[in-house]
């Protein structure tokens, strides 16, 4: 038997546009072998503004992204998979922006 775990994480970025006022866009699609990985990755994706999938923004405040966790089970030459889903909140997102950003990942 063998065993793997991998995540991933697509979401929403939202931040201060170049022109004023704050959006959010979706972000690009973040791989990682352990969770501690995948937290630094997006972290600093939002600190250097890549985590962006959009137009582009001055600044970024957060992200609120969808976090697949993948355990691949390999047993007898059969894959079988198994995937937990959370969502997380990273950087600094208002309650009234973070509501709404999920409600966009959940439809």
Not at 13 to 16: K, R
Not at 46 to 54: K, V
């Given at each position: 038997?063998?065993?793997?775990?991998?995540?991933e994480a697509k979401g929403i970025?939202?931040?201060?546009c170049w022109g004023g006022g704050?959006?959010?866009?979706?972000s690009k699609t973040v791989k990682a072998d352990t969770q501690k990985q995948l937290d630094k990755k997006i972290n600093k994706g939002?600190?250097?503004?890549?985590?962006?999938?959009?137009m582009g923004f001055e600044s970024l405040e957060g992200a609120v992204m969808e976090v697949i966790k993948i355990e691949t089970i390999t047993v007898d030459d059969k894959e079988y998979t198994h995937k937990d889903y959370e969502i997380i909140s990273y950087g600094k997102i208002q309650d009234d922006i973070l509501e709404h950003c999920i409600e966009h990942l959940l439809y």
């Open positions: 038997m063998k065993k793997q775990i991998r995540y970025v939202w931040g201060n704050q959006c959010g866009y979706g939002i600190e250097d503004r890549s985590l962006d999938a959009g």
